[in-house]
């Protein structure tokens, strides 16, 4: 099955993003860098930067991954509770790994679909993600957990890749990706779509116009979007009506 057609459907993405990310997982610290001509670390520090002050909140990072966004949000609010939520086990193998020595009080993990997650209603402050978005296997569903999870006056904010609305920029932004992670997919695993599903994912995920609307339909205001490389990055955040 050619990977577009996997990620069409919730369950085949699900099942897509498990097996995709546990291949990527040693080399992901590595690789974020290089893929993103060393921005990555730039648009974290400025996506923690939005986030507005709670003196003890409760936070949760989706995607978490290594945990690399989540051992920041501990640094940023110390004395909150993150937890770093992620559906692939080597991801959160490292992350307990890497992350939790000097933030154990702080800072946990758990293994979780974004689109299932255990949490409360109005059990959260601050919802995050780093390249969270695009790789949920049901976006409405996810931003509609989203909702559920915050707490009025709560904040969600996200790092991904953005589609720009313009058909000729779109195929350019698309072309790019794919040629790029390709070839890094290729050299480190000799097998191109573990990157080059980049560009196949962002076929499939909305415009920016058409993100902010739907993030509107699931009941968010204060919609900003910040866009980056030639509106090929973006840093989206949003937040629960009181």
Known sequence: MKMRDRLMAPESK???NRELFAVIAPEYDRITPLLSFFGDQRWKRIMIQKLPFFKAPSIVDFACGTGDLTGRLSARFPDGQVIGADITLPMLRLALNRRCGATAGNIGFSLADMCLPPFKDQSADIVTGGYALRNAPDLTRFLREVHRML????VACFLDFSRSGSAPVSWLQNAVLGLWGGVFGWV???R???YGYIADSLKLFPDRKS???LIAMCGFSEITTQTYYFGIMAVVSFSKPR
């Open 14 to 16: 699900r099942a897509c």
């Open 151 to 154: 707490r009025p006056g709560g």
């Open 188 to 190: 480190l695993h000799r």
């Open 192 to 194: 191109p779509e573990v």
């Open 211 to 213: 993100l902010e609307d």
